[in-house]
Nanobody, 123 residues
Framework: QVQLVESGGGLVQPGGSLRLSCTAS????????MRWYRQAAENERELVAS???????KYVDSVAGRFTISRDNTNNTVYLQMNFLQPEDTAIYYC?????????????????WGQGTQVTVSS
């Protein structure tokens, strides 16, 4: 009923920039918090940034000042602008969202993950 699709990953040199996008589609009534996680090889999945429906953003310390999360509520899309990328930012980046879906005459809440997009920072 709902799908999150990420795009924008790739290979970039240290100091470079990438912009990730994640668009939700389906029988969506409302999207609450949206988040970006990342998982490097042999590491646990880490919350990188989150944003509320109203635009309030939070970041993990390691990316604060370099990454910016934003969203377009009209198009059900969340973005992650990543600047001054470093090799330690290399990971698979996942989009995550808390959604309310239309169900019959009411709504149902769910949490959904995207499929992930690879970001590699290397010279």
């Amino acid at each position: 009923q709902v799908q999150l699709v990420e795009s924008g990953g790739g290979l970039v040199q240290p100091g470079g920039s990438l912009r990730l996008s994640c668009t939700a589609s389906g029988t969506i009534f409302r999207i609450h918090d949206m988040r970006w996680y990342r998982q490097a090889a042999e590491n646990e999945r880490e919350l990188v940034a989150s944003i509320t429906h109203g635009g309030g953003a939070k970041y993990v310390d390691s990316v604060a000042g370099r990454f910016t999360i934003s969203r377009d509520n009209t198009n059900n899309t969340v973005y992650l602008q990543m600047n001054f990328l470093q090799p330690e930012d290399t990971a698979i980046y996942y989009c995550n969202a808390d959604l309310e879906l239309h169900q019959g005459y009411g709504y149902t809440g769910t949490n959904q993950w995207g499929q992930g997009t690879q970001v590699t920072v290397s010279s």
